[in-house]
C-alpha cells in the first residue's frame, strides 16, 4: 500500500463544533482556502454544511463558485480576493459575499450592477497591507458605497478586516482602527450586518475581537498555532495523517515508501520520530519517494507507519516548530496528488 493522507471526517466535525462554541455568540466562518488546506474541498465542505456550518471563507470567485455547488443555496460563501469586473460579475452569479478592499472594485460595481444584488463586506486595512482599503481613503470609499446602495446597485453587509495575530498589542492597534472605521460607515448610514476581522487565534483567545463572524481555517483542521497553545487546551484534535509503509529493510535502515508527494521538507531529516512496532524511530533521511528511519529487529515489508499528524508522535505544527514555519505550511506541502482517505468513527 503506498502513501495516504487519512482524513478522519468525525474529529472534524468534533472540531467544528468546539469551534463553534469557542466563538459563540459570534458564528464562525470555516475557511476553506487552499483547498481545503489540502485536506479536499469537496468532502470538507459537505461534511461542514451536514454539521450546520452556514458560512465559508472561500478565498477566490473560482472556489467561491465550487463551494455554492457543493453547499448548496442557503450557505454564505465569502471571498476576498476578487481581480475585478470579471470576478466580480462571477462572483455576484454564483451568489457570493464580496469582500472588497480596493475602491476600484467599487468603481466596476458601479458599471456592472444595478439590481442590488452585490452583497458588499468593505475590508479596512489595519495594518497587514495585504488589500484592504487605507485609513486615509475610508471615507470616499464610504461616501462611493453610500451612493451605490442609494442607486440600488450595492447591498452593503459587513465590515471586515484581517489582522496578524502575532502579537496583542499589534491586534489591539488593528481593533482601534476596525472600529474608528465602522464608526464612520455609522455616520453616513452604512450600517454592517456582519463585522469580522479574527481568524482561528484571536477568536478563540480575545471575546472582544469575535464580533458576529470568525473566520476559522487552521483550529477546524486540527492545526495548532506554532509557539502557541496545545491542541488539548484549545480543545481541538488534528484530523488528518500522512501514512505510508515500510517498502524495504537494508543495512542503511528502514526505507518506508512516501510516495512522490509527501511534501516533507528535507530539513526535518533527522529531526523527528515515528512510531513503530518497535517504539519511537527517527527519521534519519527524506528522499524524493522514501523516508529512511532508524532500523528495528522486527521491521517487516509493510507495516504501516503514521508519519504526522492524527495518531503519529508529530502534529504538523510539531514538524512546524522544528524549522520555524508554521502548521499551515506542513499541511499544504501535502501534493494534491498523494490518494486523500476519509474515514469516519474512532478507527
Ligand atoms: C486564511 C485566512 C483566515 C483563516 O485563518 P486561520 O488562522 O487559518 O484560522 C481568515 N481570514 C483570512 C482573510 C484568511 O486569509
Redo the contacts with the bound molecule.
Keep these: 500500500m503506498s502513501a495516504q493522507y487519512r482524513v478522519d471526517l468525525d474529529a472534524f466535525a468534533r472540531n467544528l463544533h468546539r469551534v463553534r462554541d469557542a466563538v459563540a455568540p459570534a458564528e464562525p466562518m470555516f475557511?476553506v482556502?487552499d483547498d481545503a488546506y489540502a485536506h479536499g474541498l469537496e468532502v470538507l465542505v459537505r461534511r461542514a454544511r451536514s454539521e450546520g456550518v452556514r458560512w465559508f471563507?472561500a478565498?477566490d470567485v473560482v472556489t467561491g463558485a465550487a463551494v455554492r455547488a457543493i453547499a448548496g443555496p442557503d450557505a454564505r460563501i465569502f471571498v476576498?480576493l476578487i481581480g475585478g469586473a470579471d470576478d466580480l460579475a462571477a462572483g455576484i452569479a454564483a451568489d457570493l459575499d464580496l469582500g472588497v478592499g480596493d475602491q476600484s472594485l467599487l468603481d466596476d460595481l458601479a458599471a456592472l450592477t444595478a439590481d442590488g444584488s452585490a452583497r458588499v463586506h468593505l475590508k479596512i486595512d489595519t495594518g497587514l497591507h495585504r488589500n484592504g482599503i487605507r485609513p486615509e481613503d475610508w471615507d470616499a470609499a464610504l461616501a462611493r458605497t453610500a451612493t451605490l446602495v442609494e442607486q440600488g446597485r450595492v447591498r452593503f453587509e459587513g465590515i471586515w478586516s484581517?489582522i496578524s495575530?502575532a502579537s496583542d498589542a499589534d491586534d489591539d492597534d488593528a481593533r482601534a482602527l476596525f472600529l474608528a472605521a465602522r464608526d464612520a460607515a455609522r455616520a453616513v448610514g452604512l450600517e454592517p450586518r456582519f463585522s469580522h476581522l479574527a481568524?482561528?487565534?484571536a477568536g478563540f483567545a480575545r471575546g472582544e475581537f469575535r464580533e458576529d463572524l470568525v473566520?476559522?481555517?487552521?483550529?477546524s483542521y486540527g492545526i495548532r498555532p506554532a509557539g502557541g497553545p496545545g491542541e488539548a487546551e484549545l480543545g481541538i484534535e488534528p484530523i488528518a495523517s500522512l501514512t505510508a509503509t515500510v517498502a524495504s529493510v537494508d543495512s542503511q535502515g528502514v526505507h518506508v515508501d512516501v510516495g512522490s508527494a509527501h511534501g516533507l521538507p528535507s530539513a526535518l531529516a533527522g529531526r523527528f520520530d515515528v512510531a513503530t512496532s518497535a517504539g519511537p524511530r527517527r527519521v534519519e533521511a527524506i528522499g524524493f519517494t522514501s523516508l529512511t528511519v532508524a532500523p528495528w529487529e522486527t521491521a517487516e515489508v509493510g507495516e504501516p507507519l503514521t508519519i504526522f499528524g492524527r495518531g503519529a508522535l508529530c502534529s504538523a505544527t510539531d514538524l512546524a516548530e522544528l524549522i520555524d514555519t508554521i502548521g499551515?505550511e506542513i499541511a499544504l506541502r501535502v501534493s494534491p496528488v498523494l490518494p486523500r482517505v476519509y474515514t469516519t468513527g474512532r478507527a
Aim: charged fraction near 25%.
Design positions: 475557511v482556502k471563507g478565498f476576498w484581517h495575530e481568524a482561528s487565534a473566520r476559522v481555517g487552521a483550529f499551515e
